[in-house]
């Protein structure tokens, strides 16, 4: 039963993921498309700073579930949380070091990624 919670839980959140990797896709190419390729190569920078770590948690947060193992559900979302911020932190530093970015579209893209990621479980059915 625990297996069946965390992979319907893990599938959840990989749904989300994906919306979210859709939406920040669009605005990449409308960046790229409008403005050029070096603002949506920063931009596609921004949404890959957004997702990678989002999908990174997803499945380290939801590897354990039920109530037997409470406290291994537990150590896993404090695991994947860190990780995602640790890794969110790497990749803004590679994206500074490596590339040559424009800051407006690299956040731009990054904070509606966000939004999207905090506003998309509105829309979701919970079955």
Do not use: D
């Not at 380290?60 to 994947?80: E, P, R």
């Amino acid at each position: 039963m625990g297996n069946v919670l965390a992979r319907r839980g893990r599938l959840a959140a990989y749904k989300l993921v994906l919306v979210q990797a859709i939406v920040a896709s669009i605005i990449s190419i409308l960046f790229f498309v409008m403005w050029g390729a070096q603002y949506g190569q920063s931009a596609l920078a921004g949404a890959i700073i957004a997702v990678l770590p989002n999908f990174v948690f997803a499945t380290l947060a939801f590897s354990h579930s039920g109530a037997s193992s409470a406290a291994k559900v537990v150590k896993s979302f404090y695991w994947g949380e860190a990780v995602k911020m640790l890794l969110t932190i790497a990749l803004f530093t590679l994206v500074f070091i490596n590339i040559e970015v424009g800051f407006m579209p690299l956040f731009t893209c990054y904070s509606l990624a966000l939004v999207v990621h905090w506003i998309a479980p509105l829309y979701f059915k919970q079955s």
